[in-house]
């Protein structure tokens, strides 16, 4: 019972954590609660399947960046998402670099405020 409340917590931190950076973030617009929650379970999901293999994928290019190279890849399963879910929009790439620098701020602000 204490994992499914941690994955929902995290999942609502996550949503919470698109609203506000969607706010701040010329370029991203989300059309209301509903599709924060679903973008949040999206990015979850393709974090959790996709990011892994494409992380591997870009060692090299990762290595020489000093693993600066991962944020371009948040960027770009950000934007790849928002092709997808519906009231998600992101208008180009450097929206979405911001979006994703942005995002991982306030979720480690988010998850260290409620421990």
């Known amino acids: 019972m204490h994992f499914i409340f941690k994955i929902i917590t995290h999942w609502l931190v ?3 954590a698109i609203l506000i950076a969607a706010y701040f973030i010329p370029g991203v617009a989300i059309s209301g609660y509903k599709a ?3 973008a949040a379970a999206a990015l979850g999901f393709i974090n959790l399947f996709i990011k892994p293999v494409i992380m591997v994928l870009t060692l090299p ?3 020489l960046t000093l693993g600066l190279f991962t944020v371009v890849i948040e960027a770009g399963l950000i934007m790849f ?3 997808y879910i519906p009231g998600f929009i992101v208008s180009g790439f450097f929206p979405a670099l911001l979006f994703a620098i942005l995002l991982a701020i306030i979720n480690s602000i988010l998850h260290v405020s409620k421990k």
């Open 14 to 16: 996550a949503a919470i």
């Open 81 to 83: 998402t928002s092709h």
């Open 61 to 63: 290019i990762n290595l």
């Open 36 to 38: 924060a929650l679903i």
